[in-house]
C-alpha cells in the first residue's frame, strides 16, 4: 500500500518568504499526485494535481509543485507567500486507475505579517 | 463547477442516538463518493468508499454497521452513524469524482459531530 510523508509539521514564515512544503511517497507503480489546501474553518480545496508530462506542475494562487520521480518527492513550492496562504497544506496520492486518495499528515503553515 | 456539499455543518447529539449526514454533488454527478473521518490536527482517514447502486466498500477497521452507507443516486450519498458513543465524535468530510474525471476528489465542507 502507499504511503504519504510530510516532514514539515508547522511552518511559520514571514510575508514574502519563500516557501516550500516536502512531501514524499512510497509506492513502487505509477501515481497521481496531488496538493489540497484547508483554510481555517473552511474545507479542502484542490491546489495542484500531477497525473503526467511536464513534472512541475503550476497550481493556483501561485503555487508550484515539482515531481521528481527518482526521490518520490512532489514538494510544493511558491516563491512569495502572503499572509492569506496560513492554511493547512495536505499531499496525497492515488495509484493510477484507482480513486482512493492516501493522506499525508499535512503541514500547517502560519504567516506572519 | 466541481461543488460538494453536506449537511448539516454541524450536530450535537445524545449517546445512543443515530445521525444521519448527506453528501450532495451540486453540479456534476458522481460515480464514486468518498468518508473520510479528521481528528484534531490530523490528517484525513478514508472510512469508505461508495459507489451509486452498490454496497459501499470500507477500509480495516471501520465498523460496516455502525457506519452505515447508501448511495441511492449520482448525487446523494449518506453517512448514518449508529447508536453514536462520545468517541465518534469527530470531522466527518465527504468527497466525490465526476465521471470522467474520476482521478480528482472534491471534498464537502465537512460535518462536525459531537457526541454527549
Known amino acids: 500500500a502507499q504511503s504519504v510523508s510530510q516532514h514539515n509539521h508547522h511552518v511559520i514564515l514571514s510575508e514574502a518568504a519563500s516557501l516550500e512544503l516536502g512531501c514524499n511517497y512510497s509506492y513502487g507503480g505509477t501515481v497521481n499526485l496531488f496538493w489540497y489546501v484547508q483554510y481555517p474553518g473552511q474545507h479542502l480545496q484542490l491546489l495542484l494535481k500531477?497525473?503526467?508530462?511536464?513534472?512541475l506542475v503550476k497550481g493556483i494562487k501561485g503555487f508550484e509543485a515539482e515531481f521528481i520521480k527518482s526521490k518520490f518527492s512532489f514538494n510544493l513550492r511558491k516563491p512569495s507567500v502572503q499572509w492569506s496562504d496560513t492554511a493547512e497544506y495536505f499531499c496525497a496520492v492515488n495509484v493510477f486507475g484507482n480513486e482512493k486518495l492516501t493522506f499525508g499528515t499535512g503541514t500547517r503553515l502560519t504567516i506572519i505579517p | 463547477g466541481a461543488v460538494v456539499s453536506q449537511h448539516p455543518s454541524w450536530v450535537i447529539c445524545k449517546s445512543g442516538t443515530s445521525v444521519k449526514i448527506e453528501c450532495r454533488s451540486l453540479?456534476?454527478?458522481?460515480?464514486?463518493m468518498f468518508w473520510y473521518r479528521q481528528f484534531p490536527k490530523q490528517s484525513l482517514m478514508l472510512m469508505a468508499t461508495s459507489n451509486e447502486g452498490s454496497k459501499a466498500t470500507y477500509e480495516q477497521g471501520v465498523e460496516k454497521d455502525k457506519f452505515l452507507i447508501n448511495h441511492a443516486s449520482l448525487t446523494l450519498s449518506t453517512l448514518t452513524v449508529t447508536s453514536a458513543h462520545p468517541e465518534d465524535s469527530s470531522f466527518y468530510i465527504c468527497s466525490a469524482t465526476p465521471q470522467g474525471a474520476q482521478e480528482t476528489q472534491y471534498f464537502g465542507p465537512g460535518t462536525r459531530l459531537l457526541v454527549l
Open positions: 500531477y497525473f503526467s508530462g511536464d513534472p
Open positions: 453540479d456534476f454527478q458522481a460515480t464514486t
